[in-house]
């Protein structure tokens, strides 16, 4: 009886929950799955924050540019020129999963800089997932920690 109880506490030791999940997140299809969600998803798509609030909506001249170029003009998406959407990353800290990405940029022609999380910082996270978004991860997760379970118990 001893040696199983030795063998369960070893168990509960390396199955973290952080562990597990950090593994996971590491995990570069699963990192891309997620951003994607956030970019195309959130963002382009649906144009809203965590909170599911609209960004907000293009001036009349820019939402006539952006009909002529044939993208999304119904509200602002963040993907002028797809910089902002491209620094986003994970960030897999000891205690933590980050989601960041560079919100500061330069109009080349004004010179300007505008910092994005500060512009649309009204509406909430724009990095965050919506509760609808939330349930898919957690949906995705739950097998992929159960294979993770799996490699530690066969181990």
Do not use: C
Not at 35 to 59: A, P, W
Not at 122 to 138: A, C, F, K, S
């Amino acid at each position: 009886m001893e040696a199983i109880l030795i063998e369960v506490n070893k168990l509960q030791k390396s199955l973290a929950i952080n562990t597990l999940l950090r593994e996971i997140f590491a995990d570069k299809d699963f990192q891309l799955w997620l951003l994607d969600i956030i970019r195309y998803e959130q963002l382009y798509k649906e144009g809203v924050s965590e909170e599911n609030i609209i960004i907000g909506y293009y001036h009349p001249y820019t939402k006539e540019l952006k009909e002529a170029k044939g993208v999304i003009s119904s509200h602002i998406t963040l993907r002028d020129t797809g910089a902002f959407y491209e620094s986003m990353r994970v960030i897999i800290n000891n205690n933590n999963i980050v989601i960041d990405a560079d919100g500061v940029k330069n109009d080349p022609i004004t010179g300007e800089t505008t910092d994005l999380f500060k512009k649309y910082g009204d509406v909430g996270n724009l990095l965050g997932l919506t509760p609808q978004h939330w349930d898919e991860m957690i949906d995705k997760l739950t097998p992929a920690i159960i294979e993770q379970l799996w490699k530690y118990i066969e181990a």
